[in-house]
Protein backbone atom coordinates (compact mmCIF):
# COMPACT_ATOMS: atom_id res chain seq x y z
CA UNK A 1 0.00 0.00 0.00
CA UNK A 2 1.57 3.06 -0.98
CA UNK A 3 2.41 5.31 1.81
CA UNK A 4 -0.03 8.23 2.57
CA UNK A 5 0.25 11.34 4.87
CA UNK A 6 -3.31 10.77 6.04
CA UNK A 7 -3.73 7.39 6.25
CA UNK A 8 -7.81 6.40 6.39
CA UNK A 9 -8.96 3.36 8.92
CA UNK A 10 -12.74 1.91 8.87
CA UNK A 11 -12.93 0.48 11.97
CA UNK A 12 -16.51 -1.97 12.32
CA UNK A 13 -17.00 -3.61 15.57
CA UNK A 14 -19.73 -5.68 16.78
CA UNK A 15 -22.18 -3.20 18.08
CA UNK A 16 -25.40 -3.76 19.95
CA UNK A 17 -27.67 -2.61 23.16
CA UNK A 18 -25.87 -5.36 25.20
CA UNK A 19 -22.20 -5.59 24.95
CA UNK A 20 -19.39 -2.99 24.35
CA UNK A 21 -16.18 -5.32 24.35
CA UNK A 22 -15.21 -5.19 20.62
CA UNK A 23 -16.35 -0.89 20.56
CA UNK A 24 -14.60 -0.58 23.32
CA UNK A 25 -11.79 -2.22 21.21
CA UNK A 26 -11.60 -0.52 18.45
CA UNK A 27 -11.67 2.58 20.09
CA UNK A 28 -8.22 1.41 22.02
CA UNK A 29 -6.79 0.86 18.82
CA UNK A 30 -8.24 4.02 16.98
CA UNK A 31 -6.88 6.65 20.02
CA UNK A 32 -3.66 5.03 19.80
CA UNK A 33 -3.54 5.34 15.83
CA UNK A 34 -4.47 8.86 16.26
CA UNK A 35 -1.78 9.29 18.98
CA UNK A 36 1.02 7.66 16.41
CA UNK A 37 -0.52 9.25 13.10
CA UNK A 38 -2.41 12.33 14.56
CA UNK A 39 -3.55 13.42 10.90
CA UNK A 40 -5.17 9.86 10.67
CA UNK A 41 -8.89 9.97 9.19
CA UNK A 42 -10.60 7.51 11.11
CA UNK A 43 -14.10 6.64 10.91
CA UNK A 44 -16.74 4.07 12.64
CA UNK A 45 -19.68 2.11 11.40
CA UNK A 46 -22.19 1.21 14.17
CA UNK A 47 -25.45 0.23 14.66
CA UNK A 48 -27.45 3.07 16.29
CA UNK A 49 -29.22 1.41 19.10
CA UNK A 50 -26.21 0.72 20.73
CA UNK A 51 -26.14 3.30 23.69
CA UNK A 52 -22.58 4.57 23.20
CA UNK A 53 -23.08 5.03 19.58
CA UNK A 54 -23.66 8.60 19.51
CA UNK A 55 -20.82 9.42 22.20
CA UNK A 56 -18.30 8.41 19.63
CA UNK A 57 -15.63 10.30 19.61
CA UNK A 58 -14.62 9.79 15.92
CA UNK A 59 -17.11 10.46 12.52
CA UNK A 60 -19.29 7.40 12.73
CA UNK A 61 -22.04 6.23 10.45
CA UNK A 62 -25.04 4.47 12.45
CA UNK A 63 -26.84 2.19 10.74
CA UNK A 64 -30.26 0.36 11.56
CA UNK A 65 -28.82 -3.03 12.88
CA UNK A 66 -25.06 -4.04 13.59
CA UNK A 67 -22.81 -3.61 10.75
CA UNK A 68 -22.72 -7.48 10.14
CA UNK A 69 -26.84 -7.43 9.05
CA UNK A 70 -26.28 -4.67 6.93
CA UNK A 71 -24.05 -5.62 4.15
CA UNK A 72 -25.10 -3.38 1.42
CA UNK A 73 -24.85 -0.42 3.21
CA UNK A 74 -21.11 -1.16 4.75
CA UNK A 75 -20.07 -1.97 1.58
CA UNK A 76 -21.57 1.50 0.02
CA UNK A 77 -19.74 2.99 2.46
CA UNK A 78 -16.40 1.49 1.83
CA UNK A 79 -17.08 2.40 -1.66
CA UNK A 80 -17.65 5.97 -0.96
CA UNK A 81 -14.83 6.46 1.70
CA UNK A 82 -12.13 4.03 0.08
CA UNK A 83 -10.46 3.21 3.36
CA UNK A 84 -6.50 2.06 3.27
CA UNK A 85 -7.31 -0.82 6.17
CA UNK A 86 -10.42 -1.92 7.33
CA UNK A 87 -10.79 -3.90 10.48
CA UNK A 88 -13.31 -5.81 11.47
CA UNK A 89 -13.74 -6.14 15.52
CA UNK A 90 -15.83 -9.78 15.46
CA UNK A 91 -18.01 -8.85 12.93
CA UNK A 92 -18.43 -8.67 9.05
CA UNK A 93 -19.65 -11.05 6.54
CA UNK A 94 -17.59 -12.59 3.87
CA UNK A 95 -19.02 -10.64 1.27
CA UNK A 96 -17.98 -7.14 3.57
CA UNK A 97 -14.46 -8.60 3.77
CA UNK A 98 -14.19 -9.43 0.33
CA UNK A 99 -15.44 -6.13 -0.83
CA UNK A 100 -13.02 -4.01 1.17
CA UNK A 101 -10.33 -6.42 0.31
CA UNK A 102 -11.38 -5.71 -4.04
CA UNK A 103 -10.79 -1.85 -3.06
CA UNK A 104 -7.34 -2.52 -2.13
CA UNK A 105 -8.20 -1.91 1.76
CA UNK A 106 -5.57 -4.11 4.14
CA UNK A 107 -8.11 -6.27 5.58
CA UNK A 108 -7.87 -7.27 9.33
CA UNK A 109 -10.35 -9.33 11.13
CA UNK A 110 -10.11 -9.61 15.40
CA UNK A 111 -11.62 -12.83 17.09
CA UNK A 112 -11.85 -13.38 20.60
CA UNK A 113 -13.09 -17.25 20.75
CA UNK A 114 -12.99 -20.50 19.01
CA UNK A 115 -16.20 -19.86 17.34
CA UNK A 116 -15.06 -16.62 15.96
CA UNK A 117 -11.57 -17.60 15.37
CA UNK A 118 -12.81 -20.67 13.20
CA UNK A 119 -15.32 -18.51 10.79
CA UNK A 120 -11.84 -15.86 10.39
CA UNK A 121 -9.97 -18.96 8.96
CA UNK A 122 -12.40 -20.44 6.63
CA UNK A 123 -10.86 -20.61 3.17
CA UNK A 124 -13.06 -17.74 1.73
CA UNK A 125 -12.96 -15.66 4.12
CA UNK A 126 -9.08 -16.02 5.13
CA UNK A 127 -8.33 -15.38 1.17
CA UNK A 128 -9.44 -11.94 1.47
CA UNK A 129 -7.98 -11.25 5.32
CA UNK A 130 -4.72 -9.72 5.30
CA UNK A 131 -4.35 -9.97 9.13
CA UNK A 132 -6.29 -12.29 11.59
CA UNK A 133 -5.78 -10.87 15.51
CA UNK A 134 -6.17 -13.15 18.44
CA UNK A 135 -7.13 -10.89 21.65
CA UNK A 136 -6.88 -13.86 23.90
CA UNK A 137 -3.69 -15.78 25.04
CA UNK A 138 -2.97 -19.46 23.97
CA UNK A 139 -3.68 -20.76 26.77
CA UNK A 140 -7.12 -19.58 26.76
CA UNK A 141 -8.26 -20.24 23.58
CA UNK A 142 -5.86 -22.92 22.69
CA UNK A 143 -3.87 -23.80 19.02
CA UNK A 144 -5.42 -24.31 16.17
CA UNK A 145 -5.39 -27.80 14.51
CA UNK A 146 -2.98 -29.08 11.89
CA UNK A 147 -5.20 -29.30 9.82
CA UNK A 148 -6.47 -25.63 9.99
CA UNK A 149 -2.76 -24.35 9.81
CA UNK A 150 -1.88 -26.63 6.66
CA UNK A 151 -4.88 -25.03 4.96
CA UNK A 152 -3.84 -21.64 5.41
CA UNK A 153 -0.18 -22.65 4.40
CA UNK A 154 -1.97 -24.22 1.27
CA UNK A 155 -3.26 -20.69 0.21
CA UNK A 156 -0.33 -18.70 1.26
CA UNK A 157 -1.97 -17.23 4.58
CA UNK A 158 -0.56 -16.55 7.78
CA UNK A 159 -2.19 -17.99 10.83
CA UNK A 160 -4.12 -16.11 13.41
CA UNK A 161 -1.61 -13.86 15.44
CA UNK A 162 -2.50 -14.31 19.04
CA UNK A 163 -2.20 -10.59 19.95
CA UNK A 164 -3.63 -11.05 23.65
CA UNK A 165 -5.91 -8.48 25.59
CA UNK A 166 -5.96 -4.84 24.21
CA UNK A 167 -5.49 -1.87 26.64
CA UNK A 168 -3.97 1.29 27.55
CA UNK A 169 -0.81 1.50 29.40
CA UNK A 170 -1.44 2.55 32.75
CA UNK A 171 -0.44 6.42 32.97
CA UNK A 172 0.91 7.76 36.47
CA UNK A 173 -0.34 11.43 36.05
CA UNK A 174 -4.10 9.99 34.98
CA UNK A 175 -4.01 7.67 37.50
CA UNK A 176 -3.14 10.22 40.34
CA UNK A 177 -6.09 12.41 38.91
CA UNK A 178 -8.32 9.76 39.10
CA UNK A 179 -7.36 9.28 43.00
CA UNK A 180 -7.77 12.77 43.71
CA UNK A 181 -11.36 12.99 41.90
CA UNK A 182 -12.68 9.89 43.70
CA UNK A 183 -11.16 10.00 46.95
CA UNK A 184 -9.04 7.08 46.74
CA UNK A 185 -5.56 5.62 48.11
CA UNK A 186 -3.64 3.43 45.93
CA UNK A 187 -4.06 -0.15 46.72
CA UNK A 188 -6.57 0.67 49.47
CA UNK A 189 -9.84 -0.34 47.19
CA UNK A 190 -11.57 -3.19 45.05
CA UNK A 191 -12.54 -2.22 41.43
CA UNK A 192 -15.77 -4.05 40.64
CA UNK A 193 -17.66 -3.85 37.10
CA UNK A 194 -19.65 -6.22 35.35
CA UNK A 195 -19.00 -5.22 31.54
CA UNK A 196 -21.05 -3.08 30.08
CA UNK A 197 -23.85 -2.79 32.31
CA UNK A 198 -26.64 -4.77 29.86
CA UNK A 199 -25.94 -8.08 31.07
CA UNK A 200 -28.58 -9.70 32.85
CA UNK A 201 -28.54 -13.47 34.73
CA UNK A 202 -31.46 -15.10 35.79
CA UNK A 203 -33.38 -12.13 34.58
CA UNK A 204 -31.44 -9.69 37.34
CA UNK A 205 -28.52 -7.14 35.73
CA UNK A 206 -25.29 -8.55 36.81
CA UNK A 207 -24.50 -5.11 37.56
CA UNK A 208 -26.73 -4.86 40.40
CA UNK A 209 -25.19 -8.48 41.71
CA UNK A 210 -21.99 -6.88 41.46
CA UNK A 211 -23.13 -3.60 43.24
CA UNK A 212 -24.29 -5.73 46.27
CA UNK A 213 -21.51 -7.90 46.26
CA UNK A 214 -19.28 -4.47 46.35
CA UNK A 215 -21.77 -3.48 49.39
CA UNK A 216 -21.34 -6.94 50.93
CA UNK A 217 -17.05 -7.00 50.71
CA UNK A 218 -17.04 -3.42 52.44
CA UNK A 219 -19.58 -4.39 54.98
CA UNK A 220 -16.65 -7.40 55.72
CA UNK A 221 -13.57 -6.33 55.16
CA UNK A 222 -13.91 -2.09 55.64
CA UNK A 223 -11.67 -1.92 52.40
CA UNK A 224 -13.86 0.69 49.96
CA UNK A 225 -15.33 -0.79 47.24
CA UNK A 226 -15.48 1.36 43.77
CA UNK A 227 -18.08 0.14 41.21
CA UNK A 228 -17.70 0.94 37.82
CA UNK A 229 -22.07 0.45 35.82
CA UNK A 230 -20.90 0.89 32.50
CA UNK A 231 -22.72 2.85 29.68
CA UNK A 232 -25.47 0.26 28.72
CA UNK A 233 -26.57 -0.04 32.64
CA UNK A 234 -30.33 1.20 32.45
CA UNK A 235 -31.52 2.03 35.61
CA UNK A 236 -30.85 5.16 38.19
CA UNK A 237 -27.61 4.13 39.92
CA UNK A 238 -27.72 3.66 43.57
CA UNK A 239 -26.43 4.23 46.92
CA UNK A 240 -24.53 2.22 48.90
CA UNK A 241 -22.43 2.83 51.87
CA UNK A 242 -18.60 2.18 51.49
CA UNK A 243 -19.33 1.67 47.78
CA UNK A 244 -17.71 4.67 45.17
CA UNK A 245 -20.42 4.74 42.12
CA UNK A 246 -18.82 5.55 39.04
CA UNK A 247 -21.53 5.87 36.64
CA UNK A 248 -18.57 4.59 33.17
CA UNK A 249 -15.21 5.35 32.39
CA UNK A 250 -13.27 5.20 29.07
CA UNK A 251 -10.12 2.50 28.93
CA UNK A 252 -7.70 4.68 29.87
CA UNK A 253 -9.51 5.44 33.07
CA UNK A 254 -10.36 2.30 33.91
CA UNK A 255 -7.32 0.71 33.12
CA UNK A 256 -5.38 3.32 35.74
CA UNK A 257 -8.36 2.48 38.66
CA UNK A 258 -7.62 -0.91 37.78
CA UNK A 259 -3.68 -0.62 38.09
CA UNK A 260 -4.15 1.40 41.49
CA UNK A 261 -6.45 -1.30 43.00
CA UNK A 262 -6.28 -3.81 45.89
CA UNK A 263 -7.77 -6.69 43.48
CA UNK A 264 -11.05 -6.54 41.52
CA UNK A 265 -13.85 -8.35 40.82
CA UNK A 266 -14.64 -8.52 37.16
CA UNK A 267 -16.68 -10.16 34.08
CA UNK A 268 -15.14 -13.24 32.39
CA UNK A 269 -14.63 -10.52 29.06
CA UNK A 270 -11.97 -8.48 28.09
CA UNK A 271 -11.20 -6.42 31.45
CA UNK A 272 -10.47 -10.27 33.01
CA UNK A 273 -7.16 -10.56 30.89
CA UNK A 274 -6.14 -6.97 30.69
CA UNK A 275 -6.79 -7.76 34.95
CA UNK A 276 -3.91 -10.38 34.29
CA UNK A 277 -1.54 -8.74 31.83
CA UNK A 278 -1.54 -6.39 35.00
CA UNK A 279 -0.97 -9.00 37.31
CA UNK A 280 -4.01 -7.67 39.59
CA UNK A 281 -5.43 -10.33 41.84
CA UNK A 282 -8.70 -10.86 40.62
CA UNK A 283 -12.36 -12.79 41.30
CA UNK A 284 -13.91 -13.74 37.83
CA UNK A 285 -17.34 -14.19 37.67
CA UNK A 286 -19.30 -14.83 34.38
CA UNK A 287 -21.99 -12.25 33.03
CA UNK A 288 -22.34 -14.15 29.53
CA UNK A 289 -22.29 -17.94 28.27
CA UNK A 290 -19.26 -17.36 26.31
CA UNK A 291 -17.23 -16.27 29.57
CA UNK A 292 -16.99 -19.67 31.53
CA UNK A 293 -14.57 -21.53 29.14
CA UNK A 294 -12.10 -18.54 29.53
CA UNK A 295 -12.44 -17.81 33.33
CA UNK A 296 -11.86 -21.60 33.65
CA UNK A 297 -8.58 -21.84 31.71
CA UNK A 298 -7.47 -19.12 33.66
CA UNK A 299 -8.06 -20.56 36.79
CA UNK A 300 -6.14 -23.69 35.59
CA UNK A 301 -3.33 -21.63 35.90
CA UNK A 302 -4.50 -20.66 38.85
CA UNK A 303 -4.08 -16.84 37.67
CA UNK A 304 -8.01 -15.79 39.26
CA UNK A 305 -10.07 -16.78 41.41
CA UNK A 306 -14.17 -17.57 40.08
CA UNK A 307 -17.18 -18.10 41.23
CA UNK A 308 -21.12 -18.29 40.24
CA UNK A 309 -23.11 -14.73 39.85
CA UNK A 310 -24.59 -14.63 42.80
CA UNK A 311 -24.32 -12.88 46.18
CA UNK A 312 -23.69 -15.47 48.38
CA UNK A 313 -21.27 -17.42 46.60
CA UNK A 314 -19.72 -13.97 45.59
CA UNK A 315 -19.08 -12.75 49.42
CA UNK A 316 -17.75 -15.96 49.96
CA UNK A 317 -15.32 -15.60 47.55
CA UNK A 318 -13.87 -11.97 47.80
CA UNK A 319 -13.47 -12.96 51.70
CA UNK A 320 -11.16 -15.69 49.92
CA UNK A 321 -9.47 -13.57 47.80
CA UNK A 322 -8.88 -10.79 50.21
CA UNK A 323 -6.81 -13.19 52.80
CA UNK A 324 -3.61 -12.38 52.73
CA UNK A 325 -2.79 -16.38 52.00
CA UNK A 326 -4.47 -15.89 48.46
CA UNK A 327 -3.24 -12.53 47.91
CA UNK A 328 0.00 -13.78 47.95
CA UNK A 329 -0.45 -16.99 45.80
CA UNK A 330 -2.13 -15.40 43.44
CA UNK A 331 0.53 -12.16 43.27
CA UNK A 332 3.07 -15.02 42.75
CA UNK A 333 1.47 -16.71 40.00
CA UNK A 334 0.59 -13.85 38.42
CA UNK A 335 4.44 -12.72 38.43
CA UNK A 336 5.51 -15.47 36.43
CA UNK A 337 3.29 -15.41 33.82
CA UNK A 338 4.18 -13.41 30.58
CA UNK A 339 1.59 -11.40 29.16
CA UNK A 340 1.36 -9.00 26.79
CA UNK A 341 -0.30 -6.33 25.79
CA UNK A 342 -1.97 -6.68 22.42
CA UNK A 343 -2.13 -2.98 22.02
CA UNK A 344 1.44 -2.67 21.03
CA UNK A 345 1.11 -5.98 18.41
CA UNK A 346 -1.37 -4.86 16.23
CA UNK A 347 0.41 -0.95 16.07
CA UNK A 348 3.82 -2.86 14.97
CA UNK A 349 1.47 -4.75 12.49
CA UNK A 350 -0.15 -1.35 11.46
CA UNK A 351 3.45 0.42 11.02
CA UNK A 352 4.09 -1.78 8.40
CA UNK A 353 1.44 -0.99 6.51
CA UNK A 354 1.58 3.02 7.17
CA UNK A 355 5.21 4.06 6.69
Not at 149 to 171: E, S, Y
Not at 309 to 318: G, R, S
Amino acid sequence: MAAQKAPKLLFIPVSSAEGIGEYMRSMIIADEVKRNWPHADIKFILSKHAPYAAQCPYNAVLLDDTPTKQVKAVNQIITEYLPDIVIFDASGRKSQLAHAHKLGAKVIFISQHKRKRSRGMKIGRALVTDCHWVVQPEFVIGPISGLERLKLKLINKPIPWNIGPVFTQPDEACQAGLLVQFQLTKNEFVLFNAGSGGHKVNGELAADIFAHAAYESYKASGIVSVMVFGPNYPNPLPELEGVVVIPQLNNQQFINLLAASKAAVLSGGDTLLQAIALHKPTLAVPVSKDQPPRIAACVAKELVLSCETALEPMKNALATLLSEEQMLHLCTKLALSEQLNGLDMAIKQLRLWLK
